[in-house]
């Protein structure tokens, strides 16, 4: 009986480990679009917006600007400028990233149901 308890549980971990990875890709994706859509900012060469990309690694995905990364926190925050100004900030990442957080949330416990 035991043997088939532990063959039951390691099947369900299997389909719920499965499921929480075609969750994470899928919503990966998703913030991906929502990013190459664009923000308040102005881009001048468009090589910002097209460089959003996905990278999976083991369990985890990430989310990345493969072309400019270095402006995502000099959009995302505002920074100084030569002349002691400040410019302004455009939260775009942070936007996406809220929606990431609820969504996972959301459809794990879609997926789980199932």
Known sequence: MSDGITKYLSEYTD??????????QNVAKEAVQK???GGSYKDRTGKYTKGWKVTHQGTTYTVWNS?????THLLENGHATRNGK???AYPHIAVIDEW???EMVKRTEEALKK
Do not use: G
């Open 15 to 24: 389909e719920v480990v499965e499921a929480l990875d075609k969750t994470k």
């Open 35 to 37: 990013l190459k859509q």
């Open 67 to 71: 072309k400019q990364w270095y402006l």
């Open 86 to 88: 400040r410019t302004k």
């Open 100 to 102: 990431v957080a609820e």
